[in-house]
């Protein structure tokens, strides 16, 4: 391949030739410098990308050196970017809250409360009330899963609904 000046890198013969002759070169070079982790095929492909947009600007003979640099800072601009998003996962979110605290300590009280009234409810109504209220499962569902009848599943419900609700005040749930 001469190494004329006057090659003009636009013209795809010649944009072509490069490439074949420094494709794998700078793969490589990416690759055992900086590793598989940052994909050094993608990088040594947006390198030509660049030269082709660039291709008035840089002389034939400029070509090779244009690759390698602009590829080797493509990777090092993609290490900063993976430093940046580690430390910001790193970062705890700052956790804000409008509610004053006594409404969280109320709610802290309420829930210990609600928790203590249902582990004392009898095993079929927490199951039964549980399966319904939190998990969304249908009567039959659970009727089937229990193996009693819908009515039975209802009632259980039903009746835990009532004791939830006669030992915690304002106590409501859809």
């Not at 190494?3 to 013209?11: G, H, Q, S």
Request: charged residues 30%; positive net charge; glycine residues 2%.
């Amino acid at each position: 391949m001469p190494k004329n000046l006057t090659e003009n890198i636009c013209e795809e013969v010649v944009f072509e030739r490069i490439y074949n002759k420094y494709s794998d070169d700078v793969h490589n070079f990416l690759y055992y410098k900086y590793g598989a982790q940052f994909n050094p095929r993608d990088k040594a492909q947006e390198a030509f990308i660049k030269l082709w947009d660039n291709c008035k600007q840089i002389t034939f003979t400029k070509a090779k050196s244009f690759l390698f640099t602009v590829a080797n800072n493509m990777m090092l601009n993609e290490i900063k970017h993976q430093k940046v998003v580690l430390n910001h996962q790193k970062t705890k979110a700052k956790h804000y809250t409008n509610e004053t605290p006594e409404f969280i300590l109320e709610q802290d009280q309420y829930l210990e409360k609600y928790n203590k009234v249902l582990s004392g409810l009898k095993e079929e109504q927490r199951v039964a009330f549980l399966l319904n209220k939190v998990e969304g499962k249908k009567h039959s569902e659970i009727a089937d899963m229990l193996g009693v009848t819908q009515k039975v599943v209802e009632y259980r419900v039903y009746s835990a609904f009532n004791i939830l609700k006669k030992e915690l005040e304002n106590f409501k749930i859809k």
